[in-house]
């Protein structure tokens, strides 16, 4: 399995952003894809998540109303709409998968090659 996420820059507060993670090396029926992030000094956080079957999502309450996770099947493809940015959101953002209906966990799940998003206030 292989995750690459990209879409990450440099944007003002209150801007936009969209993030993709491309999935490849299996058929990924019964997984979950989730976004997480880590700032510099800080653990890596979970953000969002998102069944590949029924497109089941969860939200950080720190993004609730702010970021939108999707999925495109036909494309392996995860996306992480990203709005109404805060300087608070700078991290490097990655994208994880795992056979859903566990709890994430490392030894179980694949971690993608993060991308930097940076918001200027």
């Known amino acids: 399995v292989q995750l690459q996420a990209s879409g990450g820059g440099l944007v003002q507060a209150g801007g936009s952003l969209r993030l993709s993670c491309a999935a490849s090396?299996?058929?990924?029926?019964?997984?979950?894809m989730g976004w997480f992030r880590q700032a510099p000094g800080k653990e890596r956080e979970f953000v969002a998540s998102?069944?590949?079957?029924?497109?089941?999502?969860a939200y950080a309450d720190f993004v609730k109303g702010r970021f939108t996770v999707s999925r495109d099947r036909s494309k392996n493809m995860v996306y992480l709409q990203m709005n109404s940015l805060k300087p608070e959101d700078t991290a490097g953002y990655y994208c994880?998968?795992?056979?859903?209906?566990?709890?994430?966990?490392?030894?179980?799940?694949?971690w993608g090659r993060g991308t930097q998003v940076t918001v200027s206030s």
């Open positions: 994880r998968t795992q056979e859903s209906g566990r709890k994430w966990s490392e030894t179980l799940s694949v």
């Open positions: 090396g299996r058929t990924f029926t019964n997984w979950i």
């Open positions: 998102i069944t590949w079957n029924m497109g089941t999502t």
